[in-house]
Every structure is written in structure tokens, then in C-alpha cells.
């Protein structure tokens, strides 16, 4: 959702306290798509979107924290 609004050029903010939580949001609309569940009830590529999330929100444009931080 964050990366549709970055991309339109406007501000976004996503915080995810706790991926068990997104995961579990992620597990009940994956089986009512009616998607294979993996280990554990979970889709088998949850594991694969944490990691990207993970990486996603690294990837931080060294100019936007540059606005908060003053080039420190």
C-alpha cells in the first residue's frame, strides 16, 4: 500500500509492529482465496513477503531522511 503512494510522489507511512500480526491478517485472506496453506496453516510465500518487506523498508531515500536528520 506504502509503495502505491511513493510512487505517486506523495508521503507514506507504514509501521508494522509485529509481522505475526500481518501474517495472520495474510493467512485468513490467502484461505479464503482459497490458496494451498503451507507449515503451520501459514501461505507458503508469507515467509518470502516478510523478507521483502524487511528489505523494502531499508530502501530508504537517503535525501527524505536527510530532510529530518539536517545531513547528519
Known sequence: MG???RDR???ALIIYD???KQAVAYRQISL???RPPGRE???GDVFYLHSRLARASR???A???EQFTGGK
Open 3 to 5: 509503495e502505491y503512494y
Open 9 to 11: 510522489g506523495e508521503d
Open 18 to 20: 509485529d509481522l505475526s
Open 32 to 34: 479464503l482465496l482459497r
Open 41 to 43: 496453516a501459514y501461505p
Open 59 to 61: 530502501e530508504v531515500n
Open 63 to 65: 535525501d527524505y531522511v
